[in-house]
């Protein structure tokens, strides 16, 4: 597993991995991000390889979330790369929010480390924001698509593969609703109109 305890300001949960995992631009992130993760999401992760089939069938959101926690979870494996990191959850939770709760605990416990807080739940986000608010810290609780942005924001792609890299993610996870894509696009000053259907975009 990665270097323990170096906390990178990029703090992400199990499902944003899992979505941006099974983009074309992931190999791109695993390049250039730096990452941190708990040890509650690692374990969501493996979990998810063991429970759900590589061989469901294509397309299925059994084989979108298998194969996107085997992408998630290989950078995070490398003894040698300290880019993606996981830090220890202390005390750790359970239930089947733990991963969300994990990183808001963590939040609490080391508001200074970090400027983005990924992750999809809308109430987990506000929770977040809270955090940062009472811990009087600068910091910002986004959506997934916010670590495609960040690629496309410091250089490593292109508007295109950026806006596809969106319609890939929203797609793949069913994040059609009128909420989800609002959601989405919150934070993102970039047109994609140009890429996407209308359907995609706020």
């Not at 990178?8 to 099974?22: E, Q, R, W």
């Not at 084989?63 to 005390?91: C, H, Q, R």
């Not at 890939?168 to 047109?191: C, F, K, V």
Request: aromatic content about 8%; proline content about 5%.
């Amino acid at each position: 597993m990665g270097s323990d305890e170096i906390r990178h300001p990029v703090l992400v949960d199990t499902d944003a991995l899992i979505s941006v995992a099974n983009t074309s631009l992931w190999p791109t992130a695993v390049g250039n991000l730096n990452l941190t993760t708990t040890n509650v999401c690692i374990h969501e992760l493996k979990r998810h390889t063991r429970e759900k089939s590589e061989y469901a069938p294509d397309g299925s959101r059994q084989k979108w979330i298998y194969d996107g926690s085997v992408a998630a979870l290989e950078p995070f494996e490398g003894n040698a790369n300290t880019a993606f990191t996981t830090i220890n959850s202390v005390p750790r939770p359970h239930g089947p929010d733990a991963g969300e709760q994990s990183l808001e605990q963590e939040l609490e416990q080391h508001p200074e480390s970090y400027t983005f807080v990924v992750l999809m739940d809308q109430r987990g986000r506000e929770s977040i924001s809270r955090t940062f608010e009472e811990r009087d810290q600068y910091g910002v609780a986004v959506a997934p698509s916010y670590l495609l942005y960040l690629l496309h924001k410091n250089g490593n792609c292109s508007k295109q593969e950026f806006c596809e890299a969106c319609g890939e993610l929203l797609e793949g996870e069913g994040w059609t609703s009128y909420s989800a894509i609002q959601a989405i696009w919150q934070e993102i000053p970039i047109d994609c109109s140009s890429y996407l259907d209308g359907s995609l975009l706020p």
